[in-house]
């Protein structure tokens, strides 16, 4: 028996529903995403969170490019991690998706919390929900797919199984 055969993957139970919950979830990251990249957070909005922390307002425009060219890497991120509806499993995507996500989920911390204020004060409740859906949706997956991982030892709840190598 070769170390091949040893290590071989096979979908396991959860394989399936993993990749379709990512798939949505991907989907819905996506359209939170765009929302908070390119409607909530618009130069006004920018302007007023700059006011509230003390910096200079009239950086906004030069910061709502670097924050729009963020935004537009994480809209592909999360179009990528629509790729597992598929429902084919592979690495590659798995990793992309796992990185994707947690550096999604870190924007709760990262994003500072007068971007909430201005966003509430101009949207309401409304302006802050993309990025709290994105964000704290983020890090359920990533916890959702690295216990996944943890628990069958491979990527999308997959199984080691001895099945012989294809030839």
């Known amino acids: 028996m ?9 979908p396991g139970r ?19 995403t765009a929302l908070h990249a390119f409607v909530v957070v618009d ?5 007023r969170m700059m006011v509230l922390a003390g ?3 009239g950086r ?12 537009c890497l994480y809209l592909v991120g999360n179009a990528l991690g629509v ?5 084919q499993p592979s690495r590659w995507l798995f990793w992309v998706v796992l990185v994707v996500n947690a550096t999604q989920a870190a924007g709760v911390w990262l994003v500072p919390p007068e971007m909430f204020t201005a966003a509430r004060e101009r949207f309401g409740v409304a ?4 990025s709290l ?21 491979a990527t999308w709840g997959q199984v080691r199984g001895l099945a012989p190598a294809a030839e």
């Open 55 to 57: 910096a200079d307002p």
């Open 2 to 10: 070769s170390l091949r055969d040893r290590t071989a993957v096979r």
């Open 60 to 71: 906004a425009p030069g910061f709502l490019v670097g924050f729009r060219v963020v935004g």
């Open 14 to 32: 959860w394989t399936t529903p993993l990749l379709v919950l990512t798939g949505l979830a991907s989907v819905v990251f996506a359209v939170g």
């Open 43 to 47: 130069e006004q909005t920018l302007t």
């Open 127 to 130: 302006g802050v929900l993309p």
């Open 83 to 87: 790729l597992a509806l598929r429902r």
């Open 133 to 153: 859906v994105t964000d704290g949706g983020a890090l359920v997956l990533v916890v959702v797919l690295v216990t996944a991982s943890a628990i069958t030892r």
